[in-house]
């Protein structure tokens, strides 16, 4: 790889308040929306992607649905934020059993009757990291080894990239029971990534993001 493609500036980090004003004022003319929801948290705004679930009834309309969930006709800010990302939809019972993919948080951008998910039992919840863990990891590290062979890398790919693939790590260490240096030197070197970001030169950041990628 030789250089990033759409690389995150500091101004992007007012991006974020009205991408969710945006899909508020949008989520309360599409019938048949019982809500929308926020997962997962912005950690490095500027950087960070949001994850949205649309919660849809049986009657939903599915001409007005698909271009809502797919992100179509909508302003560059919000495009940014999404970063190719497509709005996941769920039935009210999916959604309220959302964690049994793993324990996430969810706030809601429009919901005029919220639905707070089903927390797990601790066995379960366990169970359940182990089940990602299977389910995630491997996918997570040939998709790190794809991305070193292109000429270019999409910055916010790669970001979200070595982010999940972060949070698979965590998740194993939890699992095992320790931490190993490897991890520790890992986990470290991607929140440094994230926090100096804005204030880095766009080479260092190259530099240094290929050097995580080889590393995970």
């Not at 759409?6 to 019982?34: N, T, W």
Request: aromatic share 10%; glycine share 6%; net charge neutral.
């Amino acid at each position: 790889a030789e250089r990033f493609s759409d690389y995150p500036s500091v101004e992007h980090k007012l991006d974020y308040r009205p991408a969710r004003e945006f899909f508020q004022q949008r989520s309360r003319k599409i019938k048949g929306l019982l809500g929308l929801y926020e997962y997962g948290s912005v950690n490095a705004p500027g950087i960070s992607d949001i994850d949205l679930i649309a919660v849809i009834s049986s009657d939903i309309q599915k001409q007005e649905m698909i271009p809502f969930l797919t992100g179509q006709d909508v302003p560059t800010y919000v495009k940014r934020v999404l970063d190719g990302g497509k709005i996941k939809p769920m039935s009210e019972t999916q959604f309220a059993q959302v964690n049994l993919l793993g324990p996430i948080s969810t706030t809601p951008i429009y919901a005029p009757n919220p639905i707070t998910p089903e927390i797990p039992s601790t066995q379960n919840e366990f169970l359940i990291q182990v089940a990602n863990i299977f389910d995630w990891l491997p996918e997570r590290i040939l998709m790190l080894r794809s991305l070193v062979n292109n000429p270019v890398l999409p910055c916010r790919r790669v970001l979200g990239a070595l982010g999940s693939f972060s949070h698979s790590v965590v998740t194993a260490d939890k699992i095992l029971g320790y931490r190993s240096d490897k991890s520790t030197i890992f986990i470290e070197s991607y929140n440094d990534l994230r926090t100096n970001w804005f204030t880095e030169k766009p080479d260092g950041n190259f530099n240094r993001t290929i050097a995580l990628i080889r590393m995970g």
